[in-house]
């Protein structure tokens, strides 16, 4: 029997069913289910139109339109209609940085984390000292020398056999994080985890919401190698149920009026589905292959659940709009919440199926205009969505926050009429203006001003003044330019994307050296850091638990016991940079010879151990036991052995100070400071004597 090689998961967890009782809502009536949802969605399309007119909004900002009224108004002045595409330069500046930080090189965003080993128990301890004295007993041990012995066995056989017990135990679940987590590697690549988390960031800048569903299980055709009956490998399509993420659109999301998150209370998605995969769904568990056929039929043409603000959206994101180019799409609301016992009784559940009339019911429903596709209760045992919202500035107490677009609104606004103003007055002073006395002009006088023209004139009126003259108008473009830098560093200021990832860093705001510009960094990326932890705490860490719980439940790999999956330190990769940083000086620091003799080797030795733990260097292969453990120990053993290098500096008796950084940014002392501000013979002396003889 073929058997897939790069099947998910491990061959002795077979993906369990869904639970029995997910087809609760099968005997409600379509009609009245349907009617309960498509008025939940009526609801939520009336009290979102402001969101609706935001994300409007935003798009605009992002592409670089004006609204029609505000482009009318300016049409009128007859200048420039310039719009300066600032907004779409940060959210693109702020994407990037956020991909930076989450998308690093050879390292997940995520890690598995089990409770620390926890410490043997006195009735553990007792047993297994018991055990011992019986088995001495057996072996001839005398009565009266027993209290002697199970002492010894306390003090100093049980504390090996704990600690012996507790590194067999590491080792294991180490093992088997490492197992799982490639297992769920695999998945999140397969299901387009990262996909959707580059789209999402794209709608997390921008929007005043963005949101990641997963993970979904859904069935899936998929390339495996599979070995046939003589052993020859061969590429074989297959159908598997997989889990899959998508990135969802703001537009598409509807929250009840009242909710604050994800879930305190009923939320619809709205999807648009091709006929094709709409009837791919049949023989899914959960939907009704009955109402999937009467829907295909019902609406051949394509069916559309339409909002007011969908037409202008499609338009600035060169979407198709439905109405206009005839899509055979279908429309499904994807209804998630809490139904009472009470409203399903009287919709027709038989009392055998609800227990408690006033309980709550967690379901999921799947709506195609009077058919219910899908109607079932939310498998999630806690009853939690498959869905994850995060904002780029969280608002407490609101479902909706705030993008790039709308932070900086006013500002934009502001950099355009500048920008305006200095398109305008560069054109107007590029040339004269010109007065012309009609009265002493020649009859066969022309318009046009040439270099060495010569005008025709009259003196029909005997007047004295002059026939043509000439005024420059002020350029004032150079004091506009510093009002746009100003609201332009206002912008970099109120979103926290530093100004210098765009390349543009001048001296006077990163310094000229190395220390002085980490310095900066580690000041500018504090608003970044609260951007990451963000996506950490609502987005990472429950979309990822969820897939790890999930993967328990179907028994695609087993259980660790008290463990779950956190952010892998995303939100302080930034400062572990910085304070790598500051462990290098601190370790120069300690070698001078000032300080010799005032820090034992123990203490360098630990110190070297956090600076490698932090380089995630494997601390027990670079310091072996054995090597701690022998005679001597590596603190008593021999001088070049146990000796810890000074640097050059420090064995020269000079090391370069640190540098200072006076009120505007420049140095004011330190090594570099004074290897580029003394005369060239003090440079050269500093270089060749290790330090400034002044």
Known sequence: MDRPVNDIGPTTYE????????????????SQLA????????DSKVLRARIDMMIIEAERAVNGE?????LAAIAQLKGSQLFVKLTGSICRGARA????????AGKRMYDIQALPVPQMDHETKRMLIDAALIRLKIGGLPKEHEDFIRN?????ILPIMQRVAEAHVKETTAADIEEITNIIEDQLQEGGFYTALEEFLDYFTKFPAAFI???IFVKDRALNWVDDELGDRQLKGNEKTMPIYKAVHPKDIFPAPDSIGIDDSWLIHRESLPPGELYDLIGTPGFDEEAIRAALREYQHGFHEQAPADMVINTLEYRYNPEMTQSKK???????GAIQGQMLLDEGMSPKDIDDPEKSYDICVYVCGNHVLKAMLNPDPLGRKPFAKGSYNEIPGRFWGEGIPKIIDDIQTACNAVMRAVINNAGIASGPQVERNIDRRAADAGNSMLPWQIWDITDAQMSGAPAIRFYQPEIVVTPLIQIFEHFKAMAHEFTGVPSFNFGNATPQDTTSTASGFSMLISQTAKGMKLIVANIDNR???????RHYYFGIWFKYFKAIRDSKIIAKGSSSLIAKEQQAVRRNEFMQTIQLPLFAGLIPREGLINLVKEMAQSLEIDVEKLFPPETQTSTGNIASAGSTRGALPLSSAAQGGNLPGAMSINPAGDQSSGQDFALHNQPPQLQQRYQTQGGLQV
């Not at 009617?35 to 009526?42: D, L, N």
């Not at 004006?66 to 505000?70: F, L, N, R, S, V």
């Not at 987005?539 to 638990?545: A, G, H, K, R, V």
């Open 15 to 30: 993906p369990l069913g869904p639970p029995k009782d997910m087809s609760l809502l099968d005997d409600v009536a379509p």
């Open 35 to 42: 009617g309960y949802v498509q008025k939940c969605f009526a």
């Open 66 to 70: 004006y609204d029609p009224a505000k």
């Open 97 to 104: 940085i956020l991909m930076d930080v989450l998308f690093q």
């Open 152 to 156: 010894a066995l306390e003090d100093h």
């Open 213 to 215: 569903k997963g993970p």
């Open 330 to 336: 279908l429309d499904i609301l994807e209804y998630w």
């Open 539 to 545: 987005i990472t860490e429950p979309i990822l638990n």
